[in-house]
């Protein structure tokens, strides 16, 4: 399920936006996550499955459009299919 990004999950969310190929540099990566706690057009979501955090999806309003900045899955837990799933409270 998807979760909106809360400060209290800022070292997951940057641990998993840090596989970002641009999101490798640490400062790089601490300015970007301050601009999705500031930015009332920066969205992070985080998803998680069952208590664990697994994935992450960060859009950025312009307009009429959504765009997909960034977007992240737990290398674990990928090619399962969780980088394409829809929230099943959105299908
Ligand atoms: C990209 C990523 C989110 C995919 O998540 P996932 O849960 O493994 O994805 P799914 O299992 O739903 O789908 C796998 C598909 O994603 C494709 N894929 C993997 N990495 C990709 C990438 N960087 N760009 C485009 N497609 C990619 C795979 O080729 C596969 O395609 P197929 O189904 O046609 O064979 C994951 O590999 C990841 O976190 N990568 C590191 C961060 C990153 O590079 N993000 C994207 C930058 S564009």
């Given at each position: 399920m ?21 999101e ?17 057009n ?27 900045q ?13 980088g ?8």
């Amino acid at each position: 399920m998807l979760n909106r990004y809360k400060k209290n999950s800022e070292k997951i969310a940057m641990g998993l936006l840090s596989f970002m190929p641009e999101e490798k540099d640490v400062k790089k990566l601490q300015t970007t996550i301050k601009e999705y706690e500031a930015n009332s057009n920066w969205h992070l979501y985080l998803w998680k499955e069952a208590d664990d955090v697994i994935g992450a999806i960060g859009l950025r309003v312009d307009g009429d459009k959504a765009i997909i900045q960034h977007i992240s899955v737990n290398p674990s837990h990928r090619n399962i299919g969780i980088g394409k799933k829809n929230d099943s409270r959105n299908n």
